[in-house]
């Protein structure tokens, strides 16, 4: 019984300090958004040719999902923010140029404003850049419970226990030619939510009338916001691979740039082996 006893307080106790382990840190300073591999691989793309202006009107929620009970029937399963997201991806590739349209009639106000309080000098406003590609798509699936899975024992009333599950985002992104409206390229990524639960306890009786209970575990969610801009992220990264494939866009040098290993690998996602290696052949001779 002492045994029983002691393992049931240290469990107690390994369950007090994770409890506060976990909210270490929770009310330091605000930081920046973390980044993940996605982004890395944007940003260490080869060089292109030309800055293209990109125009990203919306980038909508198309799912109409909403969280399962009881967290909300009113709350969105992802969020509606994949505007900003993909505004977001583009500007930090070295490929695109984003110009604001998602607030357009706002900066046509302030630009009527400052017309205004020119009127009559000779300086006025320049044209607001017109864009050479319109950025369409969206946030086009969310899956619940695509694995769920666990494992768990127990022994006179000790025991432990681990669950976990895997939800799916699907992103899509096209990019069309603002001149002719042809589709240059359209691609659609997937992106895993990893959530689990890890618990033990004991719940035993000593004898007729005492009961000894305790328990500790935690849970870790993936934020479905990092998710939906990480798989923003690979979208244009897979945008800009399939467009210098289909020769919709160049490198600034081509021989060099067709060996950048980030490349090579998005390739390699969307084309067989063979292939790749005979585009990089005939490109070299």
Sequence with gaps: MKKLITMSLLIALMGCS???????????SSSLMPKGETYYDLTSLPMPQGVMVAAVYDFRD???????????????AVPQSGTAFLAQALNDSSWFLPVEREGLQNLLTERKIVRAGLKGKANGLPQLNSAQI????????????????????????????????VDTVTINLRAVDIRSGRLLSSVTTTKS?????????VFKFLDAQDLLEAEAG?????????????????AV?????????????????????????TLQKYWLEAHSEAKVSQRIRQTNT
């Design 218 to 234: 935690f849970t870790a969610n993936e934020p479905v916001s990092l998710c939906v801009a990480a798989a923003i992220e690979s």
């Design 62 to 76: 198309q799912t109409g999902q909403y969280k399962a009970i009881p967290s909300s029937n009113f709350s969105t």
């Design 193 to 201: 939510v990893l959530s689990k639960e890890i618990t033990a306890g």
């Design 134 to 165: 319109l950025m369409e798509g969206g946030i086009v699936a969310y899956d619940t419970n695509v694995r769920t899975g666990g494992a768990g024992a127990r022994y006179l009333g000790i025991g432990a226990s681990g669950q976990y599950r």
């Design 237 to 261: 990264v897979h945008l800009i691979a399939d467009g210098i494939w289909k020769g919709a866009w160049s490198l600034l040098d081509e021989k060099s740039g067709l060996q950048n290993s």
């Design 18 to 28: 994770s409890v506060d382990s976990e909210f270490e840190g929770i009310e330091a």
